[in-house]
């Protein structure tokens, strides 16, 4: 049975990380998590994140490293996320209900989407460096 990989991007500016609220499914609406989506027959992990951001946020993306572990969502599909710089575009959620900059302190307070919780050790962690070299 072939590998799902599904792709999620950490997008962090000026010591705050993007999050994106869930429209559906209904189990999952209202849920935050980092946005992303399925990597397509043929594409890399990067060219498929940059692509998904595209779509979802209308922003272009220069894709970097992995952030933390794979995350199986089942026997066949695993969750990657990667930190990504925003290049160009204007943001908006075309497939979300809202878009949220959040600071390492509000992570804890937001209701997750699951699976995306397994990231929060290093998003706090990034989050951290980030306003450290931002200071510097």
Do not use: F
């Amino acid at each position: 049975m072939p590998r799902v990989i599904v792709v999620a991007g950490a997008l962090i500016a000026d010591g705050a990380l993007l999050v994106a609220q869930r429209a559906r499914p209904p189990e999952l609406a209202g849920c935050w998590e980092l946005p992303g989506g399925k990597v397509a027959d043929g594409e890399t992990d990067q060219l498929a994140l940059a692509r998904e951001l595209h779509e979802e946020l209308g922003i272009t993306v220069t894709v970097g490293e992995r952030l933390g572990a794979d995350v199986p969502l089942n026997a066949t599909t695993v969750l990657r996320a990667y930190r990504v710089t925003w290049t160009a575009g204007a943001m908006y959620p075309h497939d979300h209900r809202s878009l949220r900059w959040v600071s390492a302190t509000e992570l804890d307070g937001l209701d997750w989407v699951p699976a995306d919780t397994a990231w929060l050790p290093e998003l706090r962690r990034a989050l951290s460096t980030q306003k450290a070299a931002d200071r510097q």
